[in-house]
């Protein structure tokens, strides 16, 4: 359905309030779901908008174009698209870097773009994260319990330690 052309549905004056990669998460472009924009109707978008209007019932779903044409933002919404992206390729390059195992602490560590990275396994079966100064061994009050989990909590961390170093630079 084209949402452009039905009456009573705003054109101008959205605001974007975040932007989801469907993708996230899945090994191949094989296995995306990919959303439909509610907008304009194009099949596949992967990098979902979701736009919110104070005149507008509901929040729509929609692809890149759309948000530029429906905010007037015509650089914003691409480049929000284009870190998720970036961010993407870092995640697939650090997956390809293997853990090295350190049977006399039991640990496994990583080195990845100058920074180290460990996965500790804790006392009572759950894993601690250290990157730099930072460590992890709860998320929103959780323990993590599965090796997976900490590996894919790993990278965020180090996301996390790697933008801050970046501000104190510059």
């Known amino acids: 359905m084209n949402l452009w052309d039905v009456k009573g549905v705003p ?5 974007c309030e975040g932007v989801i990669d469907v993708g996230d998460g899945t090994s191949s472009s094989d296995e995306i779901e990919y959303e439909q ?8 978008i992967r990098y979902v908008h979701i736009m919110k ?20 933002d015509y650089e914003n919404p691409r480049k929000i698209e284009n870190a998720l992206k970036n961010k993407l390729l870092r ?7 293997p853990w090295k195992y350190n049977p006399a602490k039991g640990t496994y560590s990583k080195k990845y773009k100058g920074m180290y990275i460990t996965l500790v396994r804790g006392r009572y079966d ?9 460590r992890l061994w709860q ?23 790697h933008r801050r170093q970046e501000t104190m630079v510059a």
Do not use: P, T
Not at 91 to 97: F, G, H, I, P, V
Not at 126 to 134: A, E, L, P, R, V
């Open 11 to 15: 054109h101008k004056g959205w605001k």
């Open 37 to 44: 924009c509610e907008m304009c109707g194009n099949e596949k």
């Open 53 to 72: 209007h104070a005149n507008y019932f509901r929040e729509l779903r929609v692809g890149c174009v759309c948000a530029e044409k429906m905010s007037g």
């Open 91 to 97: 995640k697939k390059n650090y997956l390809r870097k």
């Open 126 to 134: 759950s894993w601690g994260i250290y990157c730099d100064k930072y």
């Open 139 to 161: 998320v929103r009050g959780q323990k993590i319990k599965e090796l997976k989990a900490a590996e894919a909590l790993a990278f965020e961390l180090y996301e996390l330690c």
